[in-house]
């Protein structure tokens, strides 16, 4: 079947540590997303690629890092300079077509502490 | 500017009723989709329903449609004949032309926890 896969669901870190978060689509996608979650709040854009070796940052990506080296992955570093990174975060996927809808992985829940 | 706006930050509704949730939009451009998601408390989203700026009806797919006023600028989804299982947050999101110059990248409003009562 296909889909996105994060991994992993859980992830604790010590502040001052960055870390990665993984993010693998098998939908033949040529964009990919990474969205933050905070309670009670929508989602918010980080970073998104369209193409390989390619991407731009989204409305949030201070203290974030990305790369797309493969066309099914996208892998989201948090920084050490992001200053609040517990979150839920969010990857997605889609085609390049006005309505097609993002897929989305079922996401890495990040504590910081 | 682009923006998402969901009133209800939570409502109940008895089982195999039907309920409305509402969601107004900003855009200028008159090319735009709107797209709501399902939130469970596991976490993931899943994709239910798609209305485009252009489309002539409202949209259906099963038990979820949208009630789309063009000129009042709102989306809002009805879910009809309502069951335990539809308890989650609900997202409504938008792509306008700046977003799908911009990656196709969704906006997305607060969304709205739906309780379903047995």
């Known amino acids: 079947d296909g889909g996105i896969t994060q991994s992993p669901k859980y992830l604790f870190r010590k502040e001052g540590q960055n870390v990665t978060l993984s993010c693998e689509q098998n939908?033949?996608?040529?964009?990919m997303y990474w969205y933050r979650q905070d309670p009670g709040q929508g989602l918010r854009l980080i970073y998104y690629?369209?193409?390989?070796?390619?991407?731009q940052k989204g409305d949030i990506a201070e203290g974030y890092s990305v790369s797309r080296e493969k066309k099914e992955s996208f892998p989201l570093t948090v920084t050490s300079a992001q200053k609040n990174p517990t979150a839920f975060y969010l990857c997605?996927?889609?085609?390049?077509?006005?309505?097609?809808?993002?897929?989305f992985g079922n996401g890495t829940r990040l504590t910081v502490t | 500017a682009q923006k998402i706006t969901q009133t209800q930050p939570g409502m109940f509704v008895q089982e195999k009723e039907a309920v409305t949730l509402d969601c107004t939009y900003d855009?200028?451009?008159?090319?735009?989709?709107l797209f709501w998601y399902k939130q469970p408390s596991s976490g993931e989203m899943i994709f239910l329903i798609y209305?485009?700026?252009?489309?002539?009806q409202n949209a259906t797919e099963g038990r979820y449609s949208l009630n789309f006023q063009k000129a009042r600028k709102s989306a809002n989804l009805v879910i009809s004949a309502s069951q335990l299982g539809d308890s989650a947050m609900y997202f409504c999101?938008?792509?306008?032309?700046?977003?799908?110059?911009?990656?196709?990248?969704?906006?997305f409003g607060q969304g709205t926890e739906l309780s379903v009562k047995p």
């Open positions: 999101a938008m792509r306008d032309e700046k977003g799908y110059n911009q990656g196709g990248k969704l906006i």
């Open positions: 690629s369209q193409i390989v070796n390619d991407f």
């Open positions: 855009t200028s451009d008159p090319s735009y989709g």
């Open positions: 209305q485009g700026s252009y489309d002539q």
């Open positions: 997605a996927s889609s085609f390049p077509r006005r309505n097609s809808p993002l897929h």
């Open positions: 939908l033949n996608h040529d964009a």
